[in-house]
């Protein structure tokens, strides 16, 4: 029997497959370590029956989607055990991981490019280590990251077709994202931005749902305001604190444009130094991040550098402590290839995006916006832009380098492919035509998710020998 060769269509299902059983294996097996601990909020309800005040505890400020999913899991299903809890958090969270994966899957078949160039993006998000990481978690950092999808998503299909079930399953996922992080404003604001291109660009200001927008963006807001507003305990925490966010972390004044000043951890010691800086050679001599005040790599206070470390080494945070940040030299030589090998990707997404802003300039210049009609990609540049100046607000004020978390981000993941398929599109067209140069291509991106994959497998390892 002759074994047939796999192509991209099956090969996607293949990484699809894989990364699906990574993140219920390490779900499974993790020991309870997380970023922040969200399961002391979910266990005051579970124990108590209330809604916890957000002074009540350190993680107790988020909304409390995801907490309040876990209370009722375990009250349905009589779970008391310490450990279970914790599993059972954990598998949550990995489900939404392989939900997530299914959309971003869904989204590029949808896109017209080449199935090499689809297999390559979904697997370099599908096998990334900070996605598999975190959906593996007990935080809610993954229900933010599977209602932003879900909402860029249907908002792209709403776009194309203007059918009211998917505008339904905007405004029910924009809701679910707002019950469950902060961050989530930037999806909310997104979403009212991109309705009112729409109004704008079609001049249509008629209250209408058959062929105008302003009857969607009416109701979009309406019900957004009202809903995320009362389940997200805005409201209460306003009339109790004077504020619709109390948060738990002291914030600092802005930096200087270049003189360096710290503020508790040194994250942002000054914009120049924050912001147009980064420290590939740094982060290759030192892979890791320490968590000491006085004491740290140079790429601890670049956030593109934290962007990026985080995104494409396991092992960078150095946190959860212990076995998560438990590292040999064969690791550590890891991360240094593979922040190496990222540059291929890397340098490929920005290319993507600078052919994104050419989109807008080219319309600006020429007052031609027809592309507004022809290619519904265009929302995406709308959140990509809104995460990235959400993500330099964040930490001009946070300053502390535990604000530089690119899974701030994740939830507007869909944003980003969109530039990443543009960018490897522009390589394959390249290299397609020159076999050596393509298998060097492909091999490069090869050895990174093997090198993204390895240091995932050793922590599933180490954690059930643990247990």
């Avoid at 991209?8 to 309870?32: C, D, K, Q, Y």
Wanted: proline share 4%; charged share 15%; aromatic share 18%.
């Amino acid at each position: 029997m002759i074994l047939k060769p796999l192509h991209p269509p099956h090969l996607i299902r293949w990484v699809f497959f894989i990364s699906s059983i990574l993140i219920l294996a390490l779900a499974f097996t993790n020991n309870g370590s997380a970023n922040d601990n969200h399961f002391e909020v979910g266990d005051i309800i579970y124990k108590t029956g209330k809604i916890p005040q957000p002074n009540s505890c350190w993680q107790c400020y988020h909304p409390k989607l995801y907490h309040y999913s876990l209370a009722t899991i375990w009250r349905i299903f009589n779970i008391e055990n310490y450990s279970s809890k914790i599993l059972a958090a954990q598998l949550i969270n990995g489900f939404a991981g392989v939900i997530t994966l299914f959309f971003i899957l869904s989204f590029i078949q949808k896109q017209t490019y080449n199935e090499h160039v689809k297999l390559l993006a979904f697997s370099l998000i599908a096998l990334n280590p900070r996605i598999i990481s975190i959906f593996a978690q007990a935080s809610n950092d993954a229900f933010i990251i599977l209602f932003g999808t879900l909402t860029l998503y249907y908002l792209f299909e709403f776009i194309k077709k203007q059918n009211a079930l998917y505008f339904i399953g905007v405004i029910l996922f924009s809701i679910l994202a707002g019950l469950s992080k902060l961050n989530s404003l930037v999806i909310i604001i997104g979403v009212i931005v991109v309705l009112s291109i729409k109004i704008i660009y079609g001049k249509n200001y008629k209250f209408s749902f058959h062929k105008g927008y302003l009857g969607w963006l009416f109701v979009f807001i309406f019900t957004t305001v009202i809903c995320v507003g009362i389940g997200g305990e805005f409201y209460r925490t306003y009339n109790n604190h004077g504020k619709l966010v109390v948060y738990n972390t002291p914030l600092g004044k802005f930096p200087h444009l270049y003189k360096k000043t710290n503020f508790r951890r040194p994250g942002v010691q000054s914009i120049l130094g924050g912001y147009f800086t980064f420290r590939i050679f740094n982060m290759v001599k030192s892979p890791i991040i320490t968590n000491d005040e006085h004491t740290y790599p140079k790429h601890r206070t670049s956030l593109w550098s934290q962007l990026y470390g985080r995104a494409h080494y396991l092992y960078f945070d150095a946190w959860p402590t212990g076995i998560w940040s438990k590292t040999t030299p064969i690791l550590r030589h890891i991360g240094r290839a593979s922040f190496i090998l990222a540059l291929i990707p890397s340098t490929l997404f920005l290319m993507g995006i600078f052919q994104e802003i050419k989109i807008w300039y080219n319309g600006l210049l020429k007052r031609n916006f027809v592309f507004l009609e022809r290619d519904p990609n265009w929302i995406f540049h709308v959140f990509f832009f809104g995460f990235i100046c959400f993500i330099i607000l964040f930490t001009l004020r946070g300053r502390d380098f535990s604000f530089m978390k690119i899974i701030y981000i994740f939830p507007g993941i869909l944003a980003a492919i969109v530039p990443l398929l543009k960018g490897l599109d522009l390589a394959w067209d390249y290299v397609s035509n020159k076999i050596k140069l393509k298998s060097y291509f492909n091999g490069s991106i090869l050895f990174l998710l093997l090198l993204y994959i390895i240091p995932i497998l050793n922590l599933i390892v180490l954690l059930a020998l643990e247990n």
